[in-house]
């Protein structure tokens, strides 16, 4: 009897998801380097600093004190509550615990999220270009995006007047990320404000607050309750390895969410969770001290990406990506860049991982030392010059 296909086939839900680019381009980079290649990468999102000193300390003082069972579905009490301390002294607004779950990482926060908010066919409001997996949980959830291009000749800043042009009766959530990936935008007040009174809404990617070089960055909550706010610990505080992050959402979706977190992860890590207390209290002078090296960065990269040639029309004022106008070089954005790993070991993303919006654009991260940035700019010289001198 020979089996039925869909036995032995994935879900048409996974088949549908697209690879993540970034993760490509980070592995074939991975790859060159075991092979003994000398590779830079401006691909990742990963800041190069280690984690605080005082967040590994108690890091450890929890493992040796045995603290590493189960906790609240919801995380630990003082962690929510040093969570909403920060966001009532940071942007004078005030949230229960309550209203705080902490989740491994802003990505499950994500599938949290949506997995709260949609039904079937129900509408995300989303930037053209954005960070990719943001369409992929819409989809895998099968909600549907609609997309809102956002400009650089407007320094990727949302339009409020097409955003409502774009709702209609299925729109569910405007999804919003500031400082935004892969752009560097930082949303201004005015901006959030008139999304916030659209009637929907607002799910607030907040990942990149504590990262902003020029203007003031806001959070959601600060024109509206009814929002979610995703947040973490990965990029402002160099914890990626920790997976530590939280969702601030309105009451009366908290039901639905813990019910969800208790099914879909139990808890987060308890001694991790630990960590993340010390790293809201006692980690403001390094976390200053990286993020004025990210703002050297920036000048150089900034300087050496316009240097080369490539469209940087208006500063990226947060995160710590400069997403460069390619189209003087090419329309294929994945293939320059993989042209350009192979022949110089330096890794970019492209930009059609972004969306339709990015193809043609490419997104250089500046999570690297001054050293590997000059070297990397100087590799990607000679490999324009060798392609015009073929042209």
Not at 89 to 114: C, K, M, N, W
Request: charge should be positive; hydrophobic fraction near 40%; proline fraction near 5%.
């Amino acid at each position: 009897m020979t089996k039925s296909k869909s036995i032995n086939s994935p879900s048409r839900k996974t088949q549908k998801l697209r690879s993540f680019i970034a993760m490509d381009i980070l592995e074939a980079t991975q790859k060159l380097a075991r092979e003994g290649r000398d590779v830079i990468s401006f691909s990742i999102g990963e800041p190069d600093f280690p984690a605080p000193e005082a967040v590994k300390q108690e890091t450890i003082r929890a493992i040796q004190q045995d603290f590493t069972q189960y906790t609240h579905s919801m995380g630990l009490p003082e962690l929510r509550e040093a969570i909403c301390d920060h966001y009532r002294e940071r942007y004078r607004v005030r949230i229960h615990p309550d209203q705080v779950l902490v989740t491994a990482g802003t990505s499950p926060a994500l599938l949290l999220t949506f997995g709260a908010l949609l039904n079937p066919g129900d509408e995300v409001i989303m930037s053209d270009p954005h960070y990719p997996c943001y369409s992929n949980f819409i989809q895998f959830l099968e909600g549907k995006m609609v997309y809102v291009p956002v400009r650089e000749t407007e320094a990727f800043q949302y339009r409020p007047e097409e955003v409502k042009k774009k709702l209609s009766r299925r729109t569910k959530a405007i999804f919003l990320n500031s400082p935004a990936n892969p752009t560097g935008c930082v949303v201004q007040a005015e901006v959030m404000k008139k999304l916030a009174t659209m009637g929907k809404i607002v799910v607030s990617d907040e990942i990149y607050h504590g990262l902003t070089y020029e203007g003031e960055e806001h959070s959601i909550l600060e024109f509206t309750d009814q929002a979610f706010v995703l947040n973490g610990f990965s990029k402002a505080y160099a914890m990626t390895g920790f997976r530590l992050g939280y969702l601030i959402a309105p009451k009366n979706f908290i039901p639905t969410l813990q019910k969800l977190q208790q099914n879909f992860f139990i808890s987060t890590s308890s001694f991790i969770q630990r960590a993340g207390i010390v790293a809201l209290k006692k980690t403001k002078s390094v976390r200053a001290k990286m993020k004025k090296i990210f703002y050297e960065r920036r000048k150089v990269m900034l300087q050496g990406v316009r240097d080369l040639g490539f469209g940087v029309a208006t500063d990226p004022r947060g995160a710590f990506y400069v997403f460069a106008n390619a189209k003087h070089y090419t329309s294929d954005s994945y293939a320059f860049a993989m042209d350009l790993l192979k022949a110089t070991g330096v890794g970019v993303t492209p930009g059609i991982d972004f969306g339709p919006g990015g193809e043609g654009y490419l997104r250089f991260s500046y999570a690297t030392d001054i050293h590997n940035i000059r070297r990397g700019l100087a590799r990607i010289e000679e490999f324009l010059h060798r392609k015009k001198m073929k042209s």
